[in-house]
């Protein structure tokens, strides 16, 4: 089976089985990224557009090596050096990428939603690499991909997102795909940072993060934004730190063997201290590698391909 | 000239009348009711049309219309709203006051009734601004406004945050007897919302507006209302809790009216689907226990009339992201449609109840001598056919603004006419152009 979709617009499109495709295929491209040789001709022939309207190292990234290790043409785009500064409309954008040929286009935007634009207008596939506060899908893919590496399984696990649950697109991608695959989702943080209906994604919202934190087997700490503060959800950094920042005395009520997860970019010292973030338990940096392994899986998917075996050589 | 209607079941609370009868138009002006009326007598010039089995009403008048017209003519003008006024049955409309310039002076009141004489295929009724440049600073000359032909004020658009400012404006407009008509926003609770706060927002990933944005500044000019004995007039009530406050309000006997909209008594925030610009709108679509209490409002008389907020905008200002949409829904060719299937169809509201709300309440508010078929009254009257059907369309609007939620909707329960002082501007579903009438009289 291959995907039931032309785009990856989503978790909350996905079925258990498409997740389930999608993290077996990132398994021999992890192998690939392990080689001397980091390099197969799957993808040859491809246009993949990266078009990243907000600044982003590690997702771009990610989905440009993706890309060039399967012999993908990749191409970036990002808007400050595009004609969306003289004012172009993301449809206009959209058609002209479509006509020049491109295959696959990934895109980052400030606005939820914008994939779904870009999807209406052009044939190619769309990956949305992160909408506004909406969704981050490959974020949570890797995550997932990540926890099943390590754990597994992801079915019966405990998992806390700690943070600005509001504002991030990573939680809400992560909360579709964990409750999925069969996982028990805390959402932990600020009630002022804490959406409204958030229980109806069938997940528990705590507001004191000892709670939250007993006994889990996963910590997703997400990343906080100054910006916030100055929007007064809540009174300073420092409090902030105090209340909800993950130490190793937090840490510690969570199982032993928790895993400590952060979607970077960090701020140490604030949502998570630093021995924490570099502790035994944290897998932060394995995240970055897999999210290029399951990058290439969904490229592989969405340009038609089928069974992972095909891909070794 | 005159014109005969012939056989309809005219509906006229104002006068009593529930029944199949006739009306004769002279020279603008309805001359008698009554059956087996006819043209016996005068020697041609005289039309008629055959409204057996159709509803034949005082003209519909919708209170609260966005012309856009002077500044904003990407989006509308005077000439293409009223024409989509005349397609939806609509008589008269009166245009808010969020123009540019905005519509705060003399001469602005002016300008708009000039435009009306010369392009209007409908009355229009200029409101002007409660504030200079809606502003919300200082008060604008609304006596003169008045004076000019001004039906009401508002600053619809950029509701008066100041609450000193908003008591001095029901004072002062009361002496003139205009009302206020209140586009009922808290600016901060807003903050930069787009959509209803809820569960859709949160799974959407878009900021979202409290239902208590509106309450908050519902309870207060209401309040303000109590205070100053002014004449407030809720504009396009949203919430659950708002229909409460009014229903409140009006128990204890204040003077206090409050309009829905049709997309708020039809949609919910689930319509925003897949990020549809259409669906953003200002109070947005709300919850599904919020449009039961919009109806039950209509229903038990809270909600004084049904008014469409008319907001058109031009087809690549609303092709965009979500967040970077403008807020407005086209309502005028649809409200009477939407009006049967969501009200008169369940039996929420009677035909008579529907009168009271489109022509008769909001002529009432704005102080206009209209809402009644009596003889000689203005010969405004619209013409509807109950059983007919249409699937919406919205590439045949007359609006300029082709915003609309409800393309391929099967609306039943159309107007079929629209005559303005005698004169038949829309008949058939179509612009009644002048040779059509004299084709239309030479053919027989």
Redesign the interface.
Known sequence: MGLKHKDLLGIQDLSSEEIRLILETAEPMKDIIRRQIKKVPTLRGKAVINLFYEPSTRTRTSFELAGKYMSADTINISTSTSSVVKGESLRDTAKTLEVMGADIVIIRHSAAGAPHILSKYISASVINAGDGFHEHPTQALLDMFTIKEKKGRIDGLKVAVVGDILHSRVARSNIWGFTKMGAEVRVIGPSTLLPPGIEKLGVTPYTSIEEGLSGVDVIMVLRIQLERQQKGLFPTIREYARLFGVTPERAGLARPDALIMHPGPMNRGVEISPEVADSMQSVINEQVTNGVAVRMALLYLLAGGGSPHEIID | MKLLIKGGRVVDPAAGINGENDILVEDGKISAVGNNLSVSGTAGGAETIDAAGKLVLPGLIDMHVHLREPGFEAKETIATGTRAAAMGGFTGVACMPNTNPVIDSRALVEFINSRAASEGLVNVYPIGAVTKGSKGEELAEIGDMKLAGAVGISDDGHPVMNAQLMRLAMEYAGMFGLPVISHCEDLNLV?DGVMH????????????ITRAAEETMVARDIILAELTGARLHIAHISTAGSVDLVRMAKKRGLNITAEATPHHFSLTDEAVG??DTATKVNPPLRGEEDVEAVREGLRDGTIDVIATDHAPHAV?EK??????APFGIVGLETAVGLSFRELVEPGILTVEDLVMKMSVNPARILGLVKGTLKPGADADITIIDPDLKEKVDISRFETKGKNSPFGGWELKGLPVATIVGGRVVMRDRRLWQENDKIRNTSGG
């Open positions: 903050a706060e809820g569960y859709q927002s949160t799974v959407y990933g878009l900021k979202g897949n990020y690549e092709d965009v992201e979500f967040n970077y």
